[in-house]
């Protein structure tokens, strides 16, 4: 009987041991499934916060330029010295004589009263009257309205040119840093051939190259039938490739054109490296005229291609690669501004890093922040 009763206990309670077991391992689980949960959404809330992080950080991005331009020492000092160091030639000031420089802008009546190209125009004008130059603001009811407004500095270019023996353009977007830099420093040898009456071998547009090829923001031109040719055929006549490239972002056959409005005219008419690897159309003269009729078969022939820190600087994310002892890549120290440079342009930049990016420059231009003779083009 006493045994009967301690079986009957110790099965008592190991049935209560098994019973106890299950509620143990519900209540363990209970506690785990609001620890995974809480985990999972922190994983998507961080996930959600770098995104959205990310995202205003790719979309207002000026601050960050500015900031690492103050912070980060260039990757160069001047321009002239380093192009120099790299085979470029040397643009130091001639004997010449007295010539007519002019310095072009257009823009249509959209753009006409807001606050960049009102800055603009008065830097151009500032460093115009320093050196003896005149400024030359289109008439934006002279536009060509059936095309885009950019399109047009061809037409205001051949209006102009004939006052002028050399012509600047500059896109609204630019800048002039650096009002030391004299233009006849960057056609040297133009002028000392003018100076010496033979005009066979002159050069007739001065323009520098990005890593895309040649760029239309600024850029000079010589006052020669050559140069009036080229500004006719950039234009196109009537169904013409530069016609449809004018009102397509694409090609007749499909291809994607890899630039914006004027600029894909003059990569057609140069048959650049990066137009001829997109495949685009070979370049047809418009009329029964042949280089040969201009002076030469070949228009690299009337080019002269500056460094770009010369002309057409832009404002670029400063790389950090000299600060972990790494050199930058050449084409991008060339592009990239730095004090002294003569001018610099927001191509690429878009909306209100433009504009923000733009002021910042026009303050430095302002207050000297980029001029001295130890660091630049001047003399």
């Not at 310095?103 to 960049?116: G, K, Q, Y």
């Not at 050559?226 to 004018?246: I, N, P, T, V, Y």
């Not at 990066?274 to 280089?291: F, T």
Request: aromatic share 12%.
């Amino acid at each position: 009987m006493i045994r009967f009763q301690r079986r009957s206990s110790q099965m008592n309670s190991e049935n209560r041991l098994s019973s106890q077991e299950p509620v143990t391992e519900g209540f363990e689980l209970s506690l785990r499934r609001p620890r995974l949960a809480t985990r999972r959404c922190f994983l998507v809330a961080s996930l959600a916060c770098a995104l959205t992080v990310g995202y205003f950080l790719r979309r207002d991005y000026a601050w960050q330029i500015m900031l690492l331009l103050r912070v980060v020492p260039p990757a160069r000092t001047g321009c002239m010295e380093w192009a120099q160091q790299r085979g470029g030639r040397s643009l130091a000031q001639p004997s010449r004589p007295q010539l007519r420089f002019g310095i072009l802008m257009v823009f249509d009546e959209a753009m006409r009263h807001n606050e960049m190209t009102r800055l603009s125009v008065r830097n151009k004008r500032a460093y115009a009257a320093r050196h003896g130059y005149e400024v030359v603001v289109a008439d934006p009811l002279l536009l060509d309205r059936s095309r885009p407004p950019a399109w047009s500095k061809f037409l205001a270019l051949r209006q102009h040119l004939e006052r002028f023996d050399f012509l600047m353009f500059m896109d609204v977007d630019t800048l002039v840093m650096n009002d030391e830099v004299k233009l006849e420093e960057l056609v040297v040898s133009e002028v000392a051939t003018r100076a010496g009456g033979a005009d066979r071998e002159a050069k007739d547009l001065f323009i520098s190259e990005d890593w895309n090829g040649v760029n239309t923001g600024v850029f000079i031109l010589r006052n020669s039938s050559w140069s009036r040719w080229f500004l006719q055929e950039a234009w196109g006549s009537k169904g013409s490739e530069q016609e449809w490239m004018a009102h397509n972002t694409r090609a007749r056959s499909g291809r994607k054109y890899p630039f914006e409005y004027e600029q894909r005219a003059v990569h057609y008419l140069l048959q650049t490296q990066k137009w001829r690897e997109r495949g685009l159309p070979a370049y047809r003269p418009n009329r029964q005229e042949s280089w040969a009729g201009r002076g030469a078969k070949d228009p690299w022939e009337h080019i002269s291609l500056l460094p770009q820190c010369a002309l057409n600087s832009y404002m670029l994310y400063p790389r950090l690669a000299p600060l972990l002892g790494f050199d930058a890549p050449e084409y991008y120290t060339a592009a990239q501004w730095v004090p002294g440079d003569f001018a610099v342009h927001m191509a690429g930049h878009k909306g209100s890093n433009k504009i923000e990016l733009f002021k910042y420059c026009h303050h430095l231009a302002q207050t000297g922040g980029s001029a001295g003779k130890e660091r630049g083009l001047g003399n």
